[in-house]
């Protein structure tokens, strides 16, 4: 069965500080996988879309990378701002259109 | 402004009474999906479109329709609905069929079956 699991589902940090997202799915044989974010009563907004040949991708102070063959990818925020606070949620992408989703970590940045 | 649009955001309704909740997008994409989130189950796919005409079961397609008749458009239909569906509602579109592209998502239809 292909699962996702984002682990912690919840996490909290002062601003300023660097941080690491997990996401961990058992089915390797994966096309993509895309990093969302979800603010409170509204719709996932994509962040990243990393292929499966791809390592890694950069947006802005974002950086998410992807290792296939231990099922694993990471989101790091940099220098993590108020404004960063959400819940991130990862997907993975397989064959025939079916994307799996993780529960997703909640992140709290406190001023 | 490239987007994907639902309505109602909100719905409040009673067991039974047949409703629609409308998805357009104006991206031209060809791929669209419905999807339910619930507290502790995450997201879960409804129904998906890979272009006109085209529609396929996702994991939990029970109690809903949906119909693609022209490409911008993906109507997710509750014949009769129930409170198990009080669920909080997406729809998303993507460029094309093949899994490699970015996925646009609703802001959301939140609906309360009583």
């Known amino acids: 069965k292909q699962e996702v699991t984002q682990i912690p589902a919840a996490l909290s940090v002062p601003e300023g500080e660097n941080l690491v997202l997990n996401c961990s799915f058992t089915?390797?044989?994966?096309?993509?996988l895309q990093w969302f974010r979800q603010d409170p009563g509204k719709g996932l907004t994509s962040l990243l879309l990393?292929?499966?040949?791809?390592r890694e991708q950069t947006s802005g102070r974002l950086n998410a990378s992807l290792d296939k063959s231990s099922g694993r990818s990471t989101l790091y925020i940099a220098a993590s701002q108020p404004g960063d606070s959400a819940t991130y949620l990862c997907?993975?992408?397989?064959?025939?259109?079916?994307?799996?989703f993780g529960k997703g970590t909640k992140l709290t940045v406190n001023p | 402004e490239a987007q994907v649009t639902q309505n109602p955001r909100y719905l409040i309704t009673v067991t039974g009474k047949k409703l629609t909740v409308t998805c357009s997008q104006n991206m031209n994409h060809e791929y669209m999906s419905w999807y339910r989130q619930d507290p502790g189950l995450g997201l879960r796919q409804i129904y998906y479109?890979?272009?006109?005409?085209?529609?396929d079961k996702g994991d939990v397609p029970e109690g809903y329709k949906v119909s693609r008749k022209e490409k911008r458009n993906f109507p997710l239909i509750l014949e009769s609905p129930s409170p198990n569906q009080t669920s909080l509602y997406f729809c998303?579109?993507?460029?094309?069929?093949?899994?490699?592209?970015?996925?646009?998502f609703g802001e959301g239809s939140r609906l309360t079956v009583l």
């Open positions: 998303a579109s993507k460029r094309d069929r093949v899994n490699t592209g970015e996925l646009f």
């Open positions: 990393i292929q499966s040949s791809q």
């Open positions: 997907a993975v992408g397989y064959h025939q259109e079916k994307l799996v």
């Open positions: 089915d390797s044989a994966i096309y993509n």
């Open positions: 479109s890979m272009n006109v005409e085209v529609t």
